[in-house]
């Protein structure tokens, strides 16, 4: 299945041997990946690495994909430098200018989106429709960002005193370190790659250290567009490390910006360093998201994304869907339906079209999987389908696990069941009779990602948009929790972090503001009607 060309490459080092699938080898080789030696994990204008030894792992067949070299200390710190030196002289490319170069990157993804997109799905694990699309988020944003290269205006602000303007003036902020997850091994950096550089700015990319090859091909791809316009490599600089890199990364003087993606428990600690530092950050965190459907949603709707919300990506997206509130009047059915979705869905390889279901990306998410099921039944929740792992072959090889429904016994939002996200396929629900009550179900928990409401009634969906309604980032209705587009501001509120990435205003973040009053007048008044004039025969 997994396997079907039972072929294998030979990859040596030193005195150990490994063997790479020609599944995986194909596509490694697609993308200019080695298959036979180590490969560099650090660049900034050359590629090195002479750090620890990463291997990454495939989540679908338990194959070891690559081993990567890690930045050393000494490499991390000169590529800090490097990334600074990039900065000064990117700085004054005018904007339109750099926004041709985000047009060249472009181009470059979309010519290798499929083979990208294969890479997700064998590095990552989630299907090759998601992993085409995360591919096509890059190529869009940086789309986005060609047109905001025109349009990165300031503003003009009406003085009170004559003769006098005042301008709010956007410059390049300084360097920029992204600090990605696995679950979204390329679009992420690409939100912030695109505004970074058409805002002028010198990037630093620390990915997650169980996805090195992806950061590592489109760094690459990135890399040649850069050379062929005569930009220093390091604008666009890549260093695959552990936690310590991380670390180092939000403690550096020289980073004016962490965009960090991860847990609520990492992004407190990156977001207490970087501002005991007075630097700026962006906090994409936790996500504990809801979708409520009223008695009068239109339920085919609703049940198909539902379903995609809490099965996609086998749950680990930030968006994906943990809690569902049902109204009373239609439970049965909707559970009903739901069902027997979940039923029907197959686990396979994430390579294979129409697979919809791929593997959790690491054993230790099987683990929070494992132990998350473990707690519902201690409480006595009722788990209608799902809750355990896949074993028969091939699926063992994997981290394969049945997508879960369970119905909790208390509504409590306070409890650990409620209040806690889960980064796996478990979707909790519980049954709700008015909507100011599920509303404050919904906000009562500490995450404030996304959330979706379910009705016809333009009644509710005011309440629902409006100031006594949903607290997340994402307000949605009629649409899923999961599946945002670039155009608009993506983040959450609370302990998410409150960061904003991607369209919007988001392009904001990555600039350094100046406001600029100029005097063209013959006089000098003070503002406020303020006057500070000594006796003409004292001057």
């Not at 962490?258 to 994409?284: A, Q, Y």
């Amino acid at each position: 299945m997994f396997l079907a060309n039972r072929a294998l490459c030979r990859v040596g080092r030193a005195n150990s041997t490994r063997r790479l699938s020609t599944r995986a080898s194909a596509i490694l080789s697609s993308l200019d990946l080695a298959t036979t030696e180590e490969i560099a994990g650090v660049y900034d204008g050359q590629w090195r690495g002479s750090g620890d030894i990463f291997s990454t792992v495939c989540p679908t067949t338990g194959e070891t994909l690559a081993r990567v070299r890690s930045a050393s200390p000494k490499e991390l710190h000169d590529t800090i430098a490097r990334a600074r030196e990039a900065y000064t002289f990117f700085r004054y490319i005018p904007a339109p200018r750099r926004g041709e170069i985000l047009r060249q990157i472009r181009e470059a993804l979309a010519a290798k989106r499929n083979e990208l997109g294969a890479l997700v799905s064998l590095e990552m694990g989630k299907i090759r429709t998601e992993g085409e699309g995360e591919v096509q988020e890059f190529i869009d944003i940086c789309d986005y960002g060609v047109g905001l290269s025109r349009m990165m205006n300031g503003n003009v602000v009406a003085s009170e005193r004559p003769g006098h303007s005042i301008l709010e003036v956007p410059n390049p902020l300084g360097v920029v370190a992204v600090l990605s997850a696995f679950n979204f091994p390329i679009a992420v950096y690409g939100w912030n790659l695109a505004l970074s550089l058409a805002a002028g700015n010198a990037t630093i990319w620390k990915p997650s250290p169980t996805t090195p090859l992806c950061s590592i091909a489109v760094t690459k791809i990135v890399a040649r567009v850069l050379k062929n316009n005569e930009i220093p490599g390091a604008v666009a600089g890549l260093v695959i490390g552990d936690k310590n890199v991380g670390a180092a990364l939000a403690e550096s003087r020289d980073i004016e910006l962490v965009s960090f993606t991860g847990s609520e428990k990492v992004g407190r600690v990156v977001g207490k360093t970087v501002m005991s530092r007075f630097g700026k950050t962006i906090l994409e965190l936790g996500g504990n998201n809801a979708s409520i459907v009223m008695a009068d949603a239109d339920l085919s709707l609703a049940v198909h994304s539902v379903f995609f919300g809490a099965v996609g990506t086998a749950g680990q997206r930030c968006t994906s869907t943990r809690r569902l509130y049902l109204h009373r009047n239609i439970a049965s059915e909707f559970l009903e339906r739901l069902q027997k979705l979940y039923a029907d869905v197959k686990p396979g390889d994430p390579l294979v079209q129409g697979t919809l279901l791929g593997p959790l990306h690491s054993s230790a998410a099987l683990q929070t999987y494992n132990n998350t099921i473990k707690h519902l039944r201690s409480i006595d929740a009722e788990i209608l389908i799902g809750g355990y792992r896949y074993t028969e072959a091939p699926l063992d090889a994997g981290n394969f696990v049945q997508p879960t429904i369970a119905i909790p016994k208390s509504v409590n939002p306070e409890e650990q069941i409620w209040s806690t996200e889960t980064f796996a396929p478990i979707l909790n629900i519980a049954i709700f009779d008015d909507l100011d009550e599920v509303i404050g179900w919904n906000n009562a928990v500490p995450q404030g990602l996304s959330s979706s409401l379910w009705t016809r009634d333009i009644r509710n969906l005011g309440k629902w948009i409006g100031p006594g309604g949903s607290d997340t980032g994402i307000v949605n209705v009629n649409v899923g929790t999961s599946g945002a587009e670039i155009g608009a501001a993506f983040g959450g509120n609370k302990s998410t972090g409150w960061g904003r990435e991607s369209g919007g205003d988001a392009w904001k973040q990555y600039v350094r503001w100046s406001a600029c009053t100029i005097n063209f007048s013959e006089h000098a008044p003070l503002a406020q009607g303020v006057h500070f004039i000594q006796a003409a025969d004292s001057i």
